[in-house]
């Protein structure tokens, strides 16, 4: 037998060893199509109870839009439910260059290369532009899946502290040796909220003859006054030389990415991105639902516009409750607990008090780092954040930490 049970034991063993620790991830079963209020199965076996949800990606609210599920109907019926091919053998469709086309524009690049995932974006961006000759010098927080792309590609690899500038600035000069240097960041980072310092790194990288990627998965439909990004809200739009993001998050929720930039480095994506030669096309349903979403952020601001008065009103709910967020702009609002076992009770007690929020600890951020991450999204309404603001309130009080600051709640808890 293949799978004998010395292998059987040894895998029983490692996961009952992350239950131990704490670090066993149980998935909750939603009944319910994503928005404001959801449904959810937690504990395994129980009936759904009805939660308002302050964990998902959902920026805009547009994952369950009618528009954008209609016209995902309506490209299903003109154009069928599977491609069963790659892009570049018979899996490229009209509709697939003309959201191109429509994630150029609306980023303000020179051209689109869509992607099964930003996971694959990421992961065959950098092989398909660097090779031995260059460096990449990535923010020391940037995304797991930058990670994984800069570990498959054959550049050397550099990191700066999270948005030090002058840390970068060093490393840019230290690698004038090379032929290509990229330096490589999150335009919104997932865990703290906080914005790149995007103008500054392309001050730098243009003074130190720099190519510029940002992975603009939190911040696509909804960073910056139309909601381009990140490059917008820095006033950097056009000279940011690749793009990947998600539309997996804000732009509808579904899956599917892209790789958006200079034109030859899409080009050379088209060529030699494994994940795009290698992978299925993405399906009719989602580019049909996808343009669609292009077509409703284009047209007016409206709901991102919404997205930052609730991400202000529920910032001041916060913090008029004596809970200590992180500050930032962006609508990830971190609600800081420093020790893990006391951000899992209280995103326990906020279920039982109808609240659908996450603890993270370590290994997701680092030790001693533990929080809750909300998030808003335009598909909450006032009432939805009072009742949350108030879950808080109530649980932050059972705790005793309404009014403590980061030392007092550790030497109360512990890390
Ligand atoms: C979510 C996320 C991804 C992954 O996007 P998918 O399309 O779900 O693969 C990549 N990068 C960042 C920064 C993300 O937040």
């Given amino acids: 037998m293949a799978y004998a049970s010395k292998a059987r034991e040894w895998y029983a063993k490692e996961l009952e060893s992350l239950r131990g620790q704490g670090l066993f991830k149980q998935e909750r079963f939603i009944h319910a199509p994503q ?10 076996g129980s009936p759904p109870k ?5 964990c998902a990606n959902n920026y805009l609210g547009l994952s369950s839009h009618p528009e954008v ?29 003309e959201l191109e086309r429509k994630l150029t524009s609306f980023l303000g690049t020179e051209d689109t290369l869509l992607f099964p995932s930003c996971m694959d974006a990421n992961a065959g961006v950098f092989e398909a532009v660097l090779s031995e000759q ?35 600035e060093e490393k840019l000069q230290e690698h004038q040796d090379k032929r290509f240097r990229m330096v490589i960041t999150d335009g919104v980072f997932s865990m703290d909220g906080d914005l790149a310092k995007l103008d500054e790194i392309v001050r730098l990288a243009e003074k130190y003859d ?7 998965s939190h911040a696509s439909g909804f960073i910056g006054k139309t909601g381009r990004g990140t490059h917008e809200h820095c006033g950097v739009l056009g000279r940011i030389d690749i793009i990947t993001t998600t539309l997996g998050k804000a732009l509808g929720g579904a899956s599917g990415g892209c790789v958006s930039g200079r034109a030859e480095l899409v080009e050379m994506c088209r060529q030699r991105a494994r994940p795009y030669l290698f992978s299925n096309t993405v399906a009719p349903v989602i580019v049909s639902g996808a343009l669609k979403v292009i077509d409703l952020i284009s047209a007016t601001t409206e709901r991102r516009d919404k997205l930052e008065w ?12 004596g809970l200590d967020i992180k500050a930032g702009e962006s609508p990830i609002v971190p609600v800081m607990l420093y020790n893990a076992k006391l ?15 996450v603890g993270f600890f370590f290994p997701v951020v680092a030790k001693g780092q533990a929080r809750i991450r909300t998030q808003l999204s335009a598909a909450h309404e006032r009432h939805h954040l009072d009742a949350a603001g108030a879950a808080f309130r109530k649980v932050g009080a059972k705790h005793g930490i309404l009014g403590l600051t980061k030392n007092q709640i550790i030497e109360k808890f512990g890390l």
């Fill in 50 to 54: 009805r939660v308002i949800n302050m």
């Fill in 343 to 357: 951000a899992q009770d209280v995103a326990r007690d906020l279920f039982d008090e109808g609240i659908y929020a």
């Fill in 134 to 168: 260059d460096v990449m010098i990535a923010d020391r927080l940037v995304h797991a899946s930058i990670v994984d792309g800069m570990r498959l590609c054959k550049a050397m690899t550099d990191t700066f502290k999270h948005s030090d500038m002058e840390h970068l």
């Fill in 210 to 216: 720099a190519m510029v990627f940002v992975d603009e």
């Fill in 69 to 97: 599920v209609a016209a995902a109907h309506a490209g299903l019926d003109v154009r069928g439910y599977g491609l069963s091919s790659v892009r570049f053998i018979c899996g490229t469709q009209d509709i697939h260059r």
């Fill in 35 to 44: 928005g404001a209020e959801i449904e959810v199965e937690f504990p395994a």
């Fill in 310 to 321: 609730n991400t202000k009103y529920w910032r001041s709910l916060l913090t008029a409750a």
